[in-house]
Structures are given as structure tokens and as C-alpha cells.
Nanobody, 117 residues
Framework: QVQLVESGGGLVQSGESLRLSCASS????????VGWYRQAPGKQRDLVAA???????NYTDSVKGRFIISKDSILNTVTLQMNNLKPEDTAVYYC???????????WGQGTQVTVSS
């Protein structure tokens, strides 16, 4: 059974950095895309960044130049490096993965990121 476990969230001040990790119970190569999403209170869950199996990445405009998504095929993790954090980045961050060979998707349980001004 596939499990995704996020870690690395916390409380930081504006301008500081955090590094989120999404650890997979199966090989990262078994997913065609892995993405980080976030959901602030009262808002919908939105895509923040994604990385495709071949390596291309994409980011929502508000985090371009500040966040970096990467994957480690040895450790089977997808990391989101978040720099120059802003209060508007405050949300629960989720990892989502779509498998290569079958439909559907998997979600992690989420990790809270809080940025104080």
C-alpha cells in the first residue's frame, strides 16, 4: 500500500526558510508526477509546485523564485525548499502523487506551515 508522509512544517518568521519532505513507501519512479499543494483556512487546496518523472518542474506564480521542488530517487522523497517565506504562505501543505501504471492518486496527511509577520 502506498503511503506518503510529509514532514518539516513549523512556525517561522517572515523571510525565513523551511524544508518540507514527502517520503514515499514505494519508489518515487513509480509516480508520473508528484506535487505539493497547500490549503489555508477557508480556502481551497491549490497546487504549489510539481515535479514530473522526467524531471520538469512547475510552480504557481506566487512562489516562483522562492520555492524549489526536487526529488531523491535513492531516498524516495520529494522535497520542497521554501525560502523567503511570507505570512500568506501559511497553510497546511500536502503531498500528492499520481502513479504511472494505474489511475488514481495518493495524498499525505499534511504538515502545518505558519509564517508570522
Amino acid at each position: 500500500q502506498v503511503q506518503l508522509v510529509e514532514s518539516g512544517g513549523g512556525l517561522v518568521q517572515s523571510g525565513e526558510s523551511l524544508r518540507l519532505s514527502c517520503a514515499s513507501s514505494v519508489r518515487i519512479s513509480s509516480f508520473r508526477v508528484v506535487g505539493w499543494y497547500r490549503q489555508a483556512p477557508g480556502k481551497q487546496r491549490d497546487l504549489v509546485a510539481a515535479i514530473v518523472s522526467g524531471g520538469p518542474t512547475n510552480y504557481t506564480d506566487s512562489v516562483k523564485g522562492r520555492f524549489i521542488i526536487s526529488k531523491d530517487s535513492i531516498l524516495n522523497t520529494v522535497t520542497l525548499q521554501m525560502n523567503n517565506l511570507k505570512p500568506e504562505d501559511t497553510a497546511v501543505y500536502y503531498c500528492k502523487a499520481k502513479p504511472v501504471l494505474r489511475p488514481g492518486e495518493y495524498w499525505g496527511q499534511g504538515t502545518q506551515v505558519t509564517v508570522s509577520s
